[in-house]
Nanobody
Framework: QVQLVESGGGLVQAGGSLTLSCASS????????LRWFRQAPGRERERVSH????????NYADSVKGRFTIARDNAKNTVYLQMDRLKPEDTAVYFC???????????WGQGIQVAVAS
């Protein structure tokens, strides 16, 4: 069975930082692209960041570019999202996602709350 479990969320003041972690098991982690999504109340789900299976390519939503950094540690089967200079608009439930390199299989975590106070 496949599991992805997010951790590291919580409440932070605007301008502060948080690091989200997503520990996974049950699949060949190193062959999967990894992504972070978020969804705020009343808003559409947004893809925040994406890292390739090799780790050599990353992408970010315009709303977080320059502030967030995605990274992966294949030895720990974990993907991270370093969030700096947080804004109230970053408040959302954040989900990690694993996507097979062939684009067929996909797995989701349960989500974790990030709240940024103004």
């Amino acid at each position: 069975q496949v599991q992805l479990v997010e951790s590291g969320g919580g409440l932070v003041q605007a301008g502060g930082s948080l690091t989200l972690s997503c520990a996974s098991s049950g699949f060949t982690f190193s062959t999967y692209h990894l992504r972070w999504f978020r969804q705020a109340p009343g808003r559409e789900r947004e893809r925040v960041s994406h890292i390739s299976s090799s780790g050599g390519m990353t992408n970010y939503a315009d709303s977080v570019k320059g502030r967030f950094t995605i990274a992966r540690d294949n030895a720990k089967n974990t993907v991270y999202l370093q969030m700096d200079r947080l804004k109230p608009e970053d408040t959302a439930v954040y989900f990690c996602n694993a996507l097979a390199s062939r684009g067929i299989q996909q797995y989701w975590g349960q989500g974790i709350q990030v709240a940024v106070a103004s």
